[in-house]
């Protein structure tokens, strides 16, 4: 499990409805062995109170920068020595500004520009300033001076738009920020998971799914955070709560859900698609529910995106595992689907007697270029552990061998 024991965290809350979010982040990032100093800026305050932050942090809140008082306990300049991260969250557009032009006319900016410790920004902003050509480029500039941009998710927003912009959980924030620190069988690592069915429109009312119930995909995605990683799950529509720690977008069709990877896929390090994604949809849904009739009905089926096999042909592509639910020929489909979309690992389970689709157990094959390994019938949330540590310590074999190899090269 990671941990963020004896470090020492500055959080810099700025100002946005987010920073109510700011209060929970506290106790996550004590819980996880932190010691945490807040400072808020003069916005801050118009959403949360420096008492609530002081309560929960245990140390007082800074605000300002000009405060003979707090400069004479601790200086900003000693803050910014003493912090082995910095976290901003959450982290305004007009914070961002400020820090990609290197201001320092408040104290967190100050401290930001005084500190060597790594900087990580948790951005909450609409939906419409997080996508403005000047927040985009502040954030090209801050993370390349290193600065690490956790989210934003995306959801509902508190100004009623829907989209990118929402400032991640606490507990995902706080098993990033661990994950930045890299403890843990998969910390650092950016795990990138798709879970559950698709379901494709036949009409407003109805739709052609499957019966993945996402009880695996959300298990490896579990899995994979508490190894350390840091997780995002798009998943399909199923009844299952969002793991601790993962930051999960929902989707409905496989179109939705390939446009959702596509767009993360360049920045994780690992892909697993579990999903059982719908091979086909209807080609043209009726924009009015269909009317019942008595004779045949012939609906006009195209095939979806291969997700899977889209984001291992990326020319930077991720650590791809794929999954081969089969009733037959297990083992032989699953190679042959491992060479075809050119994985670097298949998960290969039978479908049926209890296991695989919509039941709590499963027995899987992990297969990859050069060897495999089986894992007997247990429950998911087992099995999942178990193929974390397998994905883990290929992924890491194959990284070492990769970098050995660009040595050799250079
Ligand atoms: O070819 P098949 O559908 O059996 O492959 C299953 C694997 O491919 C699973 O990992 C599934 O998540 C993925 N897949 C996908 N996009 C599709 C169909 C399958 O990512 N359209």
């Known amino acids: 499990m990671s941990t963020l024991t004896d470090k020492h965290i500055v959080l810099g809350v700025t100002g946005s409805i987010a920073a109510y979010k700011s209060a929970e982040l506290v106790r996550r990032l004590r819980e996880a062995g932190a010691t945490v100093r807040v400072i808020m800026t003069a916005a801050a305050t118009a959403f949360i109170t420096p008492l609530t932050l002081q309560a929960l942090s245990g140390h007082p809140v800074r605000q300002k920068l000009m405060d003979p008082e707090a400069e004479a306990a601790m200086s900003h300049i000693e803050l910014a020595r003493w912090a082995d991260a910095i976290l901003v969250a959450p982290?305004?557009?007009?914070?961002?500004?400020?820090?990609?032009?290197?201001?320092?006319?408040?104290?967190?900016?100050?401290?930001?520009?005084?500190?060597?410790?790594?900087?990580?920004?948790?951005?909450?902003?609409?939906?419409?300033?997080?996508?403005?050509?000047?927040?985009?480029?502040?954030?090209?500039?801050?993370?390349?001076?290193?600065?690490?941009?956790?989210?934003?998710?995306?959801?509902?927003?508190?100004?009623?738009?829907?989209?990118?912009?929402?400032?991640?959980?606490?507990?995902?924030?706080?098993?990033?920020?661990?994950?930045?620190?890299?403890?843990?069988?998969?910390g650092g690592v950016r795990v990138l998971i798709t879970a559950g069915p698709t379901r494709e429109a036949l009409d407003p009312v109805r739709y052609l799914s499957n019966r993945s119930s996402g009880k695996m995909g959300y298990a490896l995605a579990?899995?994979?955070?508490?190894?350390?990683?840091?997780?995002?799950?798009?998943?399909?529509?199923?009844?299952?709560?969002?793991?601790?720690?993962?930051?999960?977008?929902?989707?409905?069709?496989?179109?939705q859900m390939f446009n959702a990877v596509m767009a993360l896929a360049p920045e994780c390090d690992i892909f697993v698609g579990v999903a059982a994604v719908a091979d086909y949809r209807p080609v043209h849904p009726?924009?009015?529910?269909?009317?019942?009739?008595?004779?045949?009905?012939?609906?006009?089926?195209?095939?979806?995106?291969?997700?899977?096999?889209?984001?291992?042909a990326l020319s930077q592509a991720p650590f791809t595992v794929?999954?081969?639910?089969?009733?037959?020929?297990?083992?032989?489909?699953?190679?042959?689907?491992?060479r075809d979309k050119r994985l670097r690992m298949i998960v290969a389970n039978r479908?049926?007697?209890?296991?695989?689709?919509?039941?709590?157990?499963?027995?899987?094959?992990?297969?990859?270029?050069?060897?495999?390994?089986?894992?007997?019938?247990?429950?998911?949330?087992?099995?999942?552990?178990d193929l974390i540590s397998i994905i883990a310590e290929r992924y890491?074999?194959?990284?070492?061998?990769?970098?050995?190899?660009?040595?050799?090269?250079?």
């Open 322 to 338: 794929g999954f081969a639910a089969e009733t037959d020929h297990v083992s032989a489909y699953a190679r042959s689907k491992l």
């Open 91 to 186: 982290a305004s557009a007009d914070f961002l500004a400020r820090l990609a032009h290197g201001l320092a006319d408040d104290l967190l900016a100050t401290v930001c520009l005084a500190s060597q410790a790594p900087i990580l920004v948790a951005p909450a902003m609409n939906r419409v300033m997080w996508e403005s050509a000047a927040t985009v480029e502040n954030c090209a500039t801050l993370r390349r001076r290193g600065a690490v941009i956790l989210g934003p998710g995306e959801g509902e927003q508190a100004c009623g738009e829907l989209g990118f912009g929402r400032m991640l959980d606490a507990d995902v924030l706080a098993a990033q920020v661990a994950t930045y620190f890299g403890d843990a069988e998969l």
């Open 351 to 385: 479908v049926g007697e209890g296991l695989g689709f919509d039941a709590d157990d499963n027995a899987l094959e992990v297969i990859w270029d050069g060897g495999e390994q089986q894992l007997a019938r247990a429950p998911k949330s087992r099995l999942a552990e």
């Open 222 to 255: 579990a899995a994979a955070a508490a190894a350390g990683a840091s997780v995002t799950l798009v998943s399909g529509p199923v009844n299952l709560p969002a793991p601790r720690a993962v930051d999960r977008i929902e989707v409905q069709s496989a179109e």
């Open 286 to 312: 009726a924009a009015n529910k269909l009317k019942k009739k008595n004779e045949e009905m012939h609906i006009v089926l195209e095939p979806t995106a291969d997700i899977l096999a889209a984001v291992a």
């Open 396 to 410: 890491h074999a194959e990284s070492s061998t990769e970098d050995s190899g660009s040595a050799h090269r250079a």
